[in-house]
């Protein structure tokens, strides 16, 4: 098979990430500025101007399976018309597509297989900005946002998954002569072969918040192994995926394998086809990011064992004490306003003594600290434009019924209101409500949104006690812990630690609880209900291929 040198081509970018997996330190090959020098002159008005292009139009997938139909009802959380429709498709059919190009796919070596992987990622990243625009108006991020968590972030966490699947199948030789010692005859000899078998045709589920960051890493771990990969979007953002899918066919093309080896499952509300993919017995992989309510579906009634999810948590903030008050306040505002709080990392419990908390500016009530808070939301959110780009707009409707419902549920610190200048789209500030610790029903159901829960609790350790309960019970990603004593931060540590809750500690700089990052961050750990894999160990690849062996008599020495 005639194929372009794409290993050749990616082999230094994938050696570095298969170094920045081992050491976990900083490192990414894609710029996360939405950088003209980087990018090109033209890149920002060439991108915009392609997305425009695709509205209110069928979108194109030459050769791609269909049953003539066309589905899709994506709306803007910006009120921009879309219009955009995709092929519609039966399961059978996309299933029974997926494993004819599995053979081919199948049978390349890992180094093609890589290389592929790496040329999907190199031409994901330069249409950044068109792909950019799409995550905008599908999951209501800001356009910065958007760039870069759809974008180069997004890639990153790719390209971690193709470096950590490369690896681990790099552990097993091709080839190996054994040889076994006989006293004074001859010795035992065989030669022996190993092959990479792929466990079958892969589904990968879509979110309808980060389509693209979420789901690359299930896409390209699959295809790394040598799975093809039905790609199933969330009906509300299709479009980010979309464009990733049709990408990756004509790399599949040009690299002389059947682009059915990549496939894209669109639907739409009243019309949804996802449990007729996770019940076919020939679906041999799942990959989940959504509601741990359609998560428990999944793991429950897909018919193959081998379901990777993440799914909803309930992250913890515990404050016991600070150096820097003013640092605080204003670094867990930006957490709990970004992206109007509707990240899976984003905080929504924030545990505090009643006695309060000595800082930098002396002893503060639990009020106070509260206020306190309060006020560095409304100094982030003080300008509307930066408003705007720090917040975003609500991708659900839902999510905005949530926000009112939870307002009367305790007492209101700050109340939540639209953004001014955003009129037509669906926008919201953060809730800040005060509950007490014994109110557990209110506070340990996830509240998905720009929601968070001021809960007032006995004592520091009473604070930190409960917070580590609440990740165990309802499964977390991220914690915060700010303090000042250092047995309390060991403490905090350990506890976390035991339910696989990934702990920042005394943030009041520019890294945010949020933030998770690749090659060096381990997204959720698969140890509490949040979800039961972990973005990217070994173990989310190394059951996606098995071993196969053959052995035979080697000629005499």
């Not at 948590?313 to 820097?324: E, L, Q, S």
Request: some cysteine.
């Amino acid at each position: 098979m005639a194929q372009p040198p794409f290993i050749e081509t990616h082999r230094p970018t994938l050696d570095a990430a298969i170094r920045a997996n081992r050491e976990r330190g900083y490192w990414s090959p894609y710029v996360e500025a939405p950088s003209r020098k980087v990018y090109g002159e033209t890149a920002a008005d060439d991108g915009e101007a392609a997305f425009k292009a695709l509205l209110g139009k069928p979108f194109a997938l030459p050769g791609h399976p269909s049953n003539g139909s066309t589905v899709g009802k994506e709306d803007s959380p910006f009120g921009l018309p879309l219009g955009i429709t995709y092929p519609g498709t039966a399961p059978a059919d996309l299933i029974a597509a997926a494993q004819v190009a599995m053979a081919s796919w199948a049978a390349a070596s890992a180094d093609d297989r890589a290389g592929v992987c790496l040329e999907i990622l190199d031409r994901v990243n330069k249409r950044s900005f068109e792909i950019g625009h799409a995550v905008m108006h599908t999951t209501g991020q800001a356009f910065l946002m958007a760039f870069q968590a759809g974008g180069p972030h997004a890639q990153d966490r790719g390209l971690e998954a193709v470096a950590m699947a490369h690896a681990i199948q790099a552990q097993t030789p091709a080839t190996a002569l054994w040889e076994k010692p006989q006293g004074k005859a001859d010795p035992l000899r065989m030669e022996k072969t190993f092959r990479i078998i792929p466990r079958g045709v892969s589904l990968m589920i879509g979110c309808s918040t980060f389509p693209c960051w979420n789901g690359y890493p299930g896409l390209f771990a699959s295809l790394a192994t040598g799975n093809p990969v039905i790609v199933k979007p969330h009906p509300g953002a299709i479009l980010p995926l979309a464009l990733t899918v049709r990408i990756a066919r004509e790399v599949l093309a040009e690299a002389g394998f059947d682009p059915n080896v990549v496939l894209l499952a669109a639907d739409e509300p009243g019309q949804e086809t996802t449990k007729d993919y996770v019940t076919n017995p020939m679906v041999r992989i799942i990959d989940y990011t959504g509601s741990g309510t359609f998560g428990e579906w999944v793991r429950h009634n897909a018919a193959t064992p081998l379901v990777f999810t993440e799914e909803a948590g309930i992250n913890p903030v515990v404050i016991t004490g600070t150096d820097d008050l003013k640092g605080l306040c204003r670094n867990l505002a930006f957490s709990l306003a970004l992206y109007s709080g509707q990240m899976c990392t984003a905080p929504q419990n924030i545990f505090l003594p009643k006695a309060g908390i000595e800082t930098d500016q002396g002893s503060k009530t639990a009020d106070e600290v509260a206020e306190s808070l309060s006020i560095a939301i409304d100094k982030l959110l003080g300008d509307a434009e930066r408003a705007a780009g720090v917040c975003g707009a609500v991708q659900n409707p839902a999510t905005l019924a949530r926000v009112a419902e939870v307002a009367s549920l305790g007492t209101v610190i700050r109340p939540s209101t639209p953004i001014e200048g955003m009129e037509g789209a669906r926008s919201a500030t953060p809730l800040l409500v005060k509950v007490d610790a014994v109110e557990e029903a209110t506070y340990l159901t996830e509240r998905f949104g720009p929601i968070a829960f001021i809960i007032v609790c006995d004592s520091a350790e009473d604070a930190l006690e409960r917070a580590i309960r609440s990740t165990a019970a309802k499964g977390a990603i991220t914690a915060l812990v700010h303090g000042t004593d250092p047995a309390l931060l060991e403490k905090a540590e350990d506890g976390f630690a035991s339910t696989g809750t990934a702990l920042s500690l005394n943030l009041t700089g520019g890294v945010f609880v949020n933030q998770s990052a690749a090659f060096s961050d381990y997204h959720v750990s698969g140890a509490n209900p949040a979800g039961n894999a972990s973005l990217t160990d070994a173990a989310y690849v190394a059951s996606r291929f098995r071993v196969a062996t053959s052995r035979r008599h080697a000629p005499a020495a």
